[in-house]
């Protein structure tokens, strides 16, 4: 068996290739375990790899907070948690353990649980992290001169790197459900999202809704009376826990087998089935719905955005590297929106050098 390498502090390190990428005027492409470097445009650059700087710092299971280095992988850290009956409220996704803690929140994907329990943002209470300046911050220990009033740690969640290089994550943690049942139902698409919102409205203990291939897929999690109760109402057929895991890791058959490109559309609660061109999953009680499709990067975008949402392409497209065909995997941003977001980045990171273009060209 292969020995699991040793927490280290290896932020001194991480620290001198920022330093010598500025004096070079070099950019740097950050990677943990690479688990999503199909997510976004291809970066050029020097490599800064922060899976050595790993391990957790800090964790007492009575305060309901881990501290842990940006190269942790999420699977070790969710075994730490298990340990204790704790968990990531927020599931984000392991991929294959490949995933580590840095990466997590660059990317803020979350899993099955998110409509119920919160997004990675919601759970992050600190951090620290390499600007641009090579100055390693811990927010909010010490204030960064012009983005006072700014939640440094929750915007570096979903940042994509673009930001700052992310050393060290503080994260509120929460116990697990003392019960956990999984059912599936048959059920039209259009009659399984009314029986969502009907069940919302009911405050029943769902924690993950999933449609696909025809059956409704709910999780259920709470107390042992109010998981027996709700499993009663609903009805349905038991359904192997495991279920969860693979849609998390997007392990299901509807991710491995249909080699067309992978695009999330995030949509408002309440939006009702809407025609997409190709394959279809329904998740987060209609929120996310994941489609495998050929169509135009326009045509999917027009849908989505009619519908009062956006979409994002999550896998390359044939023939185009870095997931780009000059449209950008990520849905545009209005031009206030691309101001704001270039003058964060030009406060944070002035010389552009953390994975410059990843998310978009302008940034």
Not at 154 to 166: K, Q, T, V
Not at 231 to 259: K, S, T, Y
Not at 265 to 271: E, G, I, W
Request: aromatic fraction near 6%; glycine fraction near 12%.
């Amino acid at each position: 068996m292969r020995a699991e390498p040793m927490p280290c502090d290896d932020s001194a390190r991480l620290l001198d290739e920022v330093a010598r990428a500025l004096e070079d005027r070099a950019p740097l492409r950050i990677r943990g375990g690479n688990s999503k470097a199909a997510l976004g445009r291809a970066v050029m650059g020097r490599e800064i790899d922060t899976r050595s700087h790993r391990g957790v710092v800090s964790y007492d299971p009575t305060e309901l907070v881990i501290t842990a280095r940006a190269g942790t992988p999420l699977a070790e850290l969710n075994a730490v948690l298990d340990e204790a009956g704790q968990m990531l409220p927020c599931e984000p996704p392991t991929f294959d353990d490949a995933a580590t803690l840095g990466g997590a929140v660059a990317a803020g994907l979350s899993g099955p649980r998110r409509p119920w329990a919160g997004s990675v943002r919601d759970f992050v209470l600190g951090c620290r992290m390499i600007t641009g300046e090579a100055k390693h911050l811990r927010f909010g220990g010490e204030v960064m001169k012009n983005v006072a009033g700014y939640d440094m740690s929750r915007l570096l969640a979903g940042s994509f790197g673009c930001l700052g290089l992310i050393t060290e994550v503080s994260l509120k943690v929460l116990p697990k459900a003392r019960a956990q049942r999984s059912v599936t139902l048959e059920l039209d698409a259009g009659e399984a999202l009314r029986e969502l919102s009907v069940w919302r409205k009911a405050a029943l203990p769902v924690s993950g809704a999933c449609y696909l291939d025809g059956r409704l897929h709910v999780r259920l999690e709470g107390g042992v009376g109010s998981v027996a109760a709700a499993v009663d109402r609903i009805g349905g057929e038991d359904l192997d826990m495991r279920f969860w895991h693979a849609l998390r890791e997007q392990r299901l058959a509807f991710f491995l087998e249909d080699q067309r490109p992978l695009w999330r559309l995030s949509l408002p609660n309440a939006t009702p089935l809407i025609g997409l061109p190709g394959a279809v999953l329904i998740d987060w009680g209609g929120a996310q719905r994941w489609l495998k499709s050929d169509a135009p990067s326009a045509a999917i975008r027009q849908i989505a955005a009619a519908a009062g949402g956006h979409a994002t392409r999550f896998s390359p497209l044939p023939g185009h590297a870095g997931n780009d065909d000059g449209n950008g995997p990520f849905a545009p941003l209005a031009a206030p929106l691309l101001r704001f977001h270039q003058q964060l980045k030009q406060q944070l990171d002035p010389r552009g050098i953390f994975n410059p273009g990843r998310m978009y060209a302008e940034l």
